[in-house]
Nanobody, 128 residues
Framework: QVHLTESGGGLVQAGGSLRLSCATS????????MGWFRQAPGKEREFVAA????????IYADSVKGRFTMSKDNRAKTVYLQMNSLEPEDTAVYYC?????????????????????WGQGTQVTVSS
């Protein structure tokens, strides 16, 4: 059974930084596509970033490009989301997600339905 556990959320002022972590129990972690999504109150869950194991492709939503960096540690079976220059609009619950192999086309990496497993989420609140 796959478990994803996010941590690192909290309250930060605009312009500040946070680093989210997602620890997994995935045996073949290095073959999974891992993603971060977020959901603000009253809004749909939206794509933030993802790493595909093939070629190490990392893609980002336009709203976070240049401010957020996603990385992974295959040995620790953990993914990270470094969030810099945070804005009040980044306030949301952040979710880690895992997509089991085989790897999907790049065009599907941003879709919620592409992911098989989800964490419970961690709250990020950015004050103005």
């Amino acid at each position: 059974q796959v478990h994803l556990t996010e941590s690192g959320g909290g309250l930060v002022q605009a312009g500040g930084s946070l680093r989210l972590s997602c620890a997994t129990s995935i045996d073949t972690f290095n073959r999974y596509t891992m993603g971060w999504f977020r959901q603000a109150p009253g809004k749909e869950r939206e794509f933030v970033a993802a790493i595909r194991w093939t070629g190490g492709n990392t893609i980002y939503a336009d709203s976070v490009k240049g401010r957020f960096t996603m990385s992974k540690d295959n040995r620790a079976k953990t993914v990270y989301l470094q969030m810099n220059s945070l804005e009040p609009e980044d306030t949301a619950v952040y979710y880690c997600a895992a997509d089991a192999p085989p790897v999907r086309p790049l065009s599907l990496v941003r879709a919620r339905d592409s992911y098989d497993y989800w964490g419970q989420g961690t709250q990020v609140t950015v004050s103005s």
